[in-house]
């Protein structure tokens, strides 16, 4: 059941996970069997193990979790989908996270930054959670307050544990972040019921999908529509909106982490930065000017960083399919379904599904692919689309599975890089040669104050000093 769980946990813990991966592939080859939490698993590396996992149909390969992320997250998040409930689900939650929608929401999210940055971050070491504030607010309207505190107790409980071994004990990180889960639950499922009542009782139909719950109530099923369903059921909702609330706190957390970290080891990148981002605020007629669309696109140089950041630390490790019949890839048979080592009967319960697992760093650090791939270079993303061979770039997964939540990152990512630069300076204390853990960790554990974190962030307003 535990197979190579330990083992794999242990060296993304100590940030050598590459490193083991790497060793497994030297050992046994492209292509390796293995265990891990709890299911029997086939690993695969590689640009063409990319493509194969992110074009074949839906008959072919099917989404799926290891059982510590489904129990977590729930059972019916969008990873766990396949066919026509993936792309039902997909299509409700790009409703809301497309470009055409977030547009709309750029001065909002440039405030949330604002008021973060002037509650949280000024003159003061400790760094909180921007991420999350930002999700709580615009995603699900959720304000600051006693609240939105209780919730983001429990949603570090229940994201602690997601990448573990599924050994529900009292004394288990599984068995921990299950409550903290539960408790997160509780807590969406309340959201959705004061916003279903609050949207039955608004005359105005204008602004009803001021948020991510209120458009996944609002989005009706078309092929039912004599009857006014909505398109997502309860569970689907509070699952999905657990999934975004997740995706989105660890990438922008990890990739702002390292971005700030970069450039506060790099003044020559810094420079670029600061004077593109020097000249939009320049641009505006007074410094409460909130940030435009128009403005994000001028971010070019700030993207690139970012791109580079991302190719060299993943915020994501690793993904999972599984195979929905057996299918072939380099020369092997995947089965669909694997034999439990422990038989009770020949009956079919002693068969489980067959995960594929892929690791996003082997393609990003292949000195094939990108030369010189310890080197950082914003460069390789001047023309993405020439320098980059496709599905070798999969921070954000690849093709039509690529992450909806992309362009949201995006968007998070240059406004608080913009205002970081434009108003702070900024320094670390007690900094290590090398970042304790590429995770998805907490960006208050990886930037914070305290004996058992990495580094201490001191920021320092420009206009004092």
């Not at 057996?326 to 080592?341: M, N, Q, R, S």
């Amino acid at each position: 059941m535990i197979g190579q769980s330990f083992s794999l946990l242990y060296a993304m813990k100590k940030n050598t996970a590459e490193k083991w991966v790497q060793e497994r592939i030297r050992k046994y080859g492209p292509v390796s069997k293995l265990t891990l939490f709890g299911t029997p698993t086939v690993m695969i590396h590689g640009q063409a193990a990319n493509k194969f996992l992110f074009t074949s149909d839906c008959n072919t390969l099917g989404n799926q979790q290891p059982t510590s992320i489904k129990r977590i997250l729930g059972s019916r998040i969008l990873f766990e989908l396949s066919s026509d409930d993936h792309k039902r689900v997909r299509g409700a939650l790009v409703s809301f996270l497309k470009p055409e929608v977030l547009k709309r929401y750029v001065g909002k999210m440039d405030l949330q930054v604002r008021m973060h940055f002037e509650s949280h971050w000024q003159g003061k070491e400790k760094i909180t959670t921007l991420s999350f504030n930002i999700v709580c607010s615009l995603l699900f309207g959720l304000d600051a307050g006693e609240r939105r505190d209780r919730f983001v107790e429990h949603f570090q409980n229940m994201i602690g544990g997601m990448w573990s071994v599924p050994i529900n004990l009292p004394f288990t990180r599984f068995n921990h972040s299950l409550t903290a889960s539960s408790k997160v639950q509780s807590m969406i499922m309340q959201l959705v019921n004061e916003k279903r009542t609050a949207m039955t009782e608004q005359t105005d139909q204008q602004g009803q999908q001021q948020d991510l719950i209120t458009c996944l109530l609002s989005t009706k099923d078309e092929e039912n529509n004599m009857n006014n369903s909505e398109l997502l059921t309860d569970q689907e909702i509070v699952d999905n909106v657990r999934l975004v609330m997740t995706a989105g706190y660890d990438t922008s957390s990890i990739l702002l982490t390292f971005l700030i970290r970069l450039l506060a080891n790099d003044p020559v990148i810094h420079a670029s930065i600061f004077k593109e981002q020097e000249e939009i605020a320049k641009s505006k007629t007074s410094r409460d000017e909130l940030l435009t669309w128009e403005d994000l696109t001028k971010m070019k140089y700030t993207w690139r960083v970012a791109m580079e950041t991302l190719r060299m630390i993943p915020p994501i490790f690793g993904g999972f399919r599984k195979a929905l019949k057996d299918v072939e890839f380099g020369g092997y048979l995947i089965p669909k379904y694997a034999k439990l080592t422990l038989q009770l009967t020949h009956s079919t319960e002693n068969y489980t599904d067959f995960l594929i697992f892929w690791a996003a760093s082997l393609t990003h650090m292949d000195e094939s692919i990108f030369q010189e791939p310890s080197k950082f270079d914003p460069t390789r993303f001047e023309n993405q689309s020439s320098t980059v061979p496709p599905y070798c770039f999969v921070a954000f997964g690849g093709g039509p599975r690529m992450c909806p939540g992309y362009e949201f990152a995006r968007i998070e990512t240059l406004i608080t890089i913009h205002h970081l630069v434009t108003k702070f300076t900024w320094k670390f204390s007690s900094l290590q040669e090398k970042p304790s853990s590429t995770t998805p960790t907490p960006l208050s554990q990886l930037l914070g104050k305290g004996r058992r974190r990495s580094h201490v962030l001191q920021l320092f307003p420009k206009n004092e000093l």
